[in-house]
């Protein structure tokens, strides 16, 4: 079990991004972004969800990924 936070996660492990208010995600292995139902989908079948206000910067910075 973690009893830190969030933040302090995201301090040593930068790759991860805060996509909702409990949740860090590391990009690199999400597999599709489902606007429509506000989440993030991953090559082994889950999916979490994902803030309606940081949904378009998560869309982006992923698009990014995908093209480098």
Known sequence: ???GRLKEINQVIPSL???HKSIL???E???AVDADHYLLEF???QSCPVAISKLRKIQKVW???QHS
Do not use: E
């Open 17 to 19: 991004v805060r996509v």
């Open 43 to 45: 090559a082994d079948g």
């Open 25 to 27: 995600a590391n990009l």
């Open 29 to 31: 292995m999400v597999v």
């Open 63 to 65: 698009q990014a990924q």
């Open 1 to 3: 079990q973690f009893y």
